[in-house]
Nanobody, 124 residues
Framework: QVQLVESGGGLVQAGGSLRLSCAASGRTFSRYAMGWFRQAPGKEREFVAAVDFIGITTYNRDSVKGRFTISRDNAKNMVYLQMNSLKPEDTAVYYC?????????????????WGQGTQVTVSS
């Protein structure tokens, strides 16, 4: 079981940027597909972005609209989410997730390991 710890959240004004980080334990990090999800108050948890073990990325373009970039550093067991041009509707708790199995990168059920979440608040 991989352990995940998110960091980098905080309060930012609309139009600003944040970079979220996710630190993973385990010796087989390079074999995991990694994803970012978010959940706003009163909303369902939704897919944001994912990167597989080859490096292929997937985005929820309806919500991200080209503003976010996911990346990973296998040597450091880290995955990142660079968020630019932030909007108030981006306000949510952001979760890092890991998967060892094949499946759709946008489905919650694909991921067996989850971090505790980090709060992102975007003011208008």
């Amino acid at each position: 079981q991989v352990q995940l710890v998110e960091s980098g959240g905080g309060l930012v004004q609309a139009g600003g940027s944040l970079r979220l980080s996710c630190a993973a334990s385990g010796r087989t990090f390079s074999r995991y597909a990694m994803g970012w999800f978010r959940q706003a108050p009163g909303k369902e948890r939704e897919f944001v972005a994912a990167v597989d073990f080859i490096g292929i990325t997937t985005y929820n373009r309806d919500s991200v609209k080209g503003r976010f970039t996911i990346s990973r550093d296998n040597a450091k067991n880290m995955v990142y989410l660079q968020m630019n041009s932030l909007k108030p509707e981006d306000t949510a708790v952001y979760y890092c997730a890991a998967s060892e199995r094949l499946g759709s990168p946008s489905r919650l059920e694909t991921y067996a390991s989850w971090g505790q979440g980090t709060q992102v608040t975007v003011s208008s």
